[in-house]
């Protein structure tokens, strides 16, 4: 089954005035079910508009993007995705807990699941003893983990993620993804990534879909295989291989391989 | 505790500052080139502390109830109608600031209304409202009205700012929670709102209080603070003590309503005083 399906959008901002961007155009781009999808391109390619185009925050100018077979309008207000964005975005007022337990609350689902369903979630992000704690009181890796536990709280089948680890520092960031693909893996969860970050979208993804600026389109669809994702997958050849490919595609000119990770 | 000692040496240091003026002070104010800058310290403008504190023992007329009896039942007097005035304040000022939050146009169309409302002044305003006492509702709520009328003003412009203070990623959580105005109000807006409300009720209490002071003069009712600032006053030349008992009622009335205030935040910021422990 198809997770998302955009075809033929368009996005342009500010239309018809002197300022107008296009910030899309000609997007193509199919998901499918459990794949783990990398949008990566240089600022302004328009590639967190594709993500909010998905989540339906902001609407096309032309084409139609469609959610697990429903218009996006339809799959948002039935909540068919998870979302988290750069800014973990936690509510400072509500405990650790309670923050996972928003979009259940926002459900109706009752006191007693609602509190099951959090307890499990910060166990999968490993975050069981820090239920009770307040945001503030957390690291900014552990925020953003516990927006993580909190976008996939009401089991979504489709995660999305805006440059979730964009803000953290290179050793958080490379357990987080590690952690990331395991509970992506047990929830069977399809997910488009948002990320600048070559290694980070390699190291992920089954597919690495690479955006050009001015205006935005998608150049470059590149798979991954690299099979099931350890520590090891980082050293390994096919790993170099992946990056030089997609730094080629970004760059559109050959380089020679470097770990910038 | 701490707290409660550092409230004591504050008002020591105040009586401090006013015994040793009055103790170095020139008897007639000191007057430079015309102009007095400094206030006379003899004891009809500033009288003894102590001999205020007896004041408060004695009766307040010839054979009367003693003055600080007269004053706590003043106090309560105009502490009920600061309450209808704050809590009607209040709720306008809320409604207002959620109002002006929903809609741009309420904002852009209200806004300079509610700036204006509180530059016409209250003196001006008083007599028309007290018009209103008798026929529309009992005398007394025309002076909670006008304590209302002091009383919304910051709790809009407060509130109306903590409802706008979410972040566009938190309003767009909600968003794709599918969550709609009212829920998006009541889970994120208002919350985060808290932290702008508590300061501007603190305002609003004060405004509420002097509202109902300054109503109450100038309209003329019976029974409070604010009346009997102005009837010992008349006293002012016979009985300073007095004037200042009154002053002192009144202050009482401020502290009284401000501790209310505050305790009203203390149930509503848990996270924010858990946070700050170290």
């Known amino acids: ?261 | 505790m701490r707290k409660v000692l550092g409230a004591l040496a504050a008002v020591l240091l105040g009586i401090v500052a006013w015994e040793s003026y009055k103790a170095v002070g020139d008897p007639d104010g000191t007057v430079v080139a015309g102009v007095r800058i400094l206030p006379r310290s003899d004891d009809a403008a500033m009288p003894h502390v102590l001999d205020v504190v007896r004041r408060l023992a004695r009766p307040e007329l010839a054979g009367g109830r003693p003055v600080w009896q007269v004053l706590v039942d003043a106090c309560l007097f105009t502490l009920g109608i600061t309450t209808v005035g704050f809590l009607v304040g209040a709720l306008v000022g809320l409604l207002l600031a959620v109002l002006m939050q929903r809609f741009r146009v309420a904002e852009r169309g209200l806004l300079p209304w509610v700036v204006l409302s509180q530059t016409v002044p209250l003196v001006a305003l008083a007599p028309l409202v007290a018009g209103w006492g008798g026929r529309i509702w009992p005398a007394w709520m025309s002076v909670s009205m006008i304590a209302a009328y002091l009383a919304f003003f910051p709790v809009a412009v407060g509130m109306l700012r903590g409802l706008q203070s979410p972040s566009p990623a938190g309003v767009e959580l909600m968003r794709s929670y599918a969550a709609g105005w009212w829920r998006t109000l009541l889970k994120l807006r208002l919350p985060a709102a808290t932290p702008y409300l508590f300061p501007a009720l603190r305002l609003a209490g004060a405004a509420a209080v002097v509202g109902a002071v300054v109503g109450e003069i100038s309209t003329g009712t019976r029974g409070g603070i604010g009346r009997l600032v102005i009837e010992y006053s008349r006293e002012a030349t016979t009985d300073p003590a007095k004037v200042y008992t009154a002053m002192l009622g009144a202050a009482l009335l401020g502290l009284v309503v401000a501790g209310a205030v505050a305790a009203l935040e203390f149930p509503l910021t848990r996270h924010r005083r858990k946070v700050l422990l170290p």
């Open chain 1, 1 to 261: 089954m198809t997770a998302v399906s955009v075809q033929g959008v368009r996005k342009v901002f500010n239309a018809g005035r002197n300022d107008e961007v296009v910030a899309l155009s000609d997007v193509d781009l199919t998901v499918e079910s459990g794949q783990f999808v990398s949008l990566i391109g240089p600022s302004g390619c328009g590639k967190s508009t594709l993500l909010r185009l998905i989540a339906d925050l902001t609407a096309p100018t032309a084409g139609s993007v469609t959610v697990a077979g429903k218009p996006a309008r339809r799959a948002r207000l039935d909540q068919e995705y998870g979302i988290a964005f750069q800014q973990a975005g936690l509510f400072d007022w509500r405990t650790v807990r309670r923050n996972v337990e928003l979009p259940l609350e926002l459900r109706k689902i009752p006191r007693q699941r609602r509190r099951e369903r959090a307890d499990e979630m910060l166990a999968l992000v490993g975050l069981s003893d820090f239920a009770a704690h307040y945001p503030a009181q957390l690291s900014g890796g552990m925020q953003q983990r516990v927006a993580i536990a909190r976008a996939l709280a009401v089991h979504p089948k489709l995660l999305l993620m805006d440059e979730p680890f964009g803000a953290l520092d290179e050793m958080t960031r490379e357990r987080l993804q590690a952690e990331l693909l395991a509970v992506c893996a047990k929830t069977e969860t399809s997910t488009v990534f948002v990320t600048h970050s070559i290694p980070e979208a390699v190291f992920l993804s089954d597919l690495v879909v690479v955006m050009s600026a001015r205006p935005g389109r998608i150049t470059d669809v590149i798979p991954v295989d690299l099979g099931p994702r350890t520590e090891a997958t980082r050293q390994s050849a096919g790993f170099f291989t992946a990056v030089t490919k997609v730094r080629k595609a970004l760059r559109g000119t050959p380089t020679a391989v470097t770990a910038d990770t």
